[in-house]
Each structure stands twice: as C-alpha cells, then as structure tokens.
C-alpha cells in the first residue's frame, strides 16, 4: 500500500500544485473586485442571511492513513461548537465524513458524495448545491474543510469561508484588493467569474485533499511495516531466548541424571 500510495501520490500532488495557482489568484481578484461598490451588491459579495452556516467536508473513502480523517472531523466537531457553526449544515464529499456523522448528526447531513476520484464534474455539482442554498438564504455562509498537502510527511487540515466572498480586514480595506482597471465592468465580470470561483475551489480542496491523503497513506503503511519489522524482531529475540533457555534446562537435567547415575 506504501508503493501504491507513492506511486499515486506523484499525480496527485502536481494537479494540486498546479490548481492551487489558479485558485489563489481567482480569490485574489474577486477580493480585489469587492473595492467596486456596485460589486459588492453581488449575492455572492455580502453577508448570507441569519441562517446556520453550511461547511462543505472533504475526507477520504478509505482508511489506513493515519490521524487524516480522525483530524478532518474533530475540526468540523471543534467548528460546530462555536457560535458560527452552531446548528450548522454539512454536506459530506467521502465516505469517512458521510460515516461519521450520518449515524451522530444525520439531520446535520442533507447532502453526501463519493469523492473517488477527484473530478470537476462532481466539484461543479457540489458548488452548485452549496451556492442555492445560500442564494435560496438557507445558509448564513459556506465553509469547505479539507486537508492542505504541505509535503509527504505534512498535511494541515483546514477550513475556509467559500461565501461570502467579500472580507474585511482591521482597517476596513479588502483582502488581496489591487488598483485594476476591469474590462468589461465589474458586475459582469462578477456574474462570470463567482460560479467559476466557487467550482475552482472545491475542485481545488479535493485535490489537495486527495494528495494529503496519500501521502498521509504512504506514511502511515510506512510507519507500520517498520513497527511490523521491529514487531518481529523482538518476537524473534524473545523466541530465541526461550528456546535456549529451553535447551540449556534440558542439558542441566540431562547432566544431573548423569551424574545421579555414578553416585
């Protein structure tokens, strides 16, 4: 499973690598857009209504990888403890998630898929039932929580606010904002780009998180075939040293019936 995982591994991290450009850059002028204050009048710009909010959760379809799904779900449990994720909505990408809180929180749940593999076609229908419902102002905001590949032997998992998109920071100016002049307006490049963008992220979640659960695969299998070596060495030792005990008991008693026969 280690090889397995190493091989697809490879794959895996350059299709996040190369999405995660792209998908950063995307944010970064769509917060640069909210500056335009007939932008900011976009559904996708301003705050959800006083509604629970909805995360979006991205975890694996298999285990034997170590702590990465245990991490995904105590953050989503951690998140729902909070006075933003009180009451919250979840729609589960992957087995592992849709397991786990279908049988403690299944009104939680309203929608789950399999994750297996990453593709855009099924990031375009999650994004698309995550955005009607908080156009429809069933969701006061949207959260996706996935795990971020940093290297083979590093995942971090994490939660991002998907909607709105529009964020202020201490001194009231937007996140990532850059003087550009737009063709052709604002708005329109808005009522383009903002379906895009939230397709572009959970596309991009999911392939980081594919990457992040191989490597997590491939470091676990390597942790337990070096523990299964160290396992049967010691067993092997412990065996060994009983077996001598064993012959040298026999020879004690051999000896001694010896020489009970010449006294």
Request: charged share 25%; with cysteine.
């Amino acid at each position: 499973m280690k090889m397995v995982s190493a091989a697809k591994l490879r794959r895996a991290q350059a299709a996040a690598e190369a999405a995660r450009d792209y998908a950063e850059k995307l944010t970064e002028l769509l917060r640069g857009l909210s500056t335009n204050e007939a932008a900011r009048m976009h559904p996708f710009m301003r705050a959800g209504a006083d509604a629970p909010a909805h995360v979006v959760l991205v975890t694996g379809d298999k285990g034997l990888c170590g702590a990465y799904n245990a991490n995904l779900i105590r953050l989503v449990v951690n998140f729902l403890t909070t006075s933003e994720g009180a009451d919250a909505r979840l729609t589960t990408v992957g087995r592992r998630g849709r397991d786990y809180f279908g049988k403690r929180a299944p009104a939680a749940v309203v929608a789950e898929y399999v994750q297996t593999p990453p593709s855009i076609g099924l990031a375009r229908e999650v994004g698309r039932t995550v955005a009607s419902r908080f156009l429809a102002r069933e969701a006061g905001a949207i959260y996706i929580v996935y795990t971020r590949f940093r290297s083979a032997i590093s995942q971090v998992a994490t939660l991002d606010r998907l909607l709105p998109v529009y964020e202020e920071d201490s001194e009231s100016q937007p996140v990532g904002s850059r003087d550009y002049v737009y063709e052709p307006d604002p708005q329109t490049i808005l009522a383009t780009l903002l379906p895009r963008y939230i397709e572009t992220r959970v596309y991009h979640a999911m392939l980081e998180a594919a990457a992040s659960e191989h490597g997590a695969r491939m470091t676990a299998m390597d942790n337990a075939t070096r523990n299964a070596s160290e396992m049967i060495d010691r067993l092997t030792l412990d065996m060994n040293r009983a077996r001598q005990a064993g012959i040298t008991t026999e020879l004690m008693e051999i000896v001694g019936g010896a020489e009970a026969l010449k006294g």
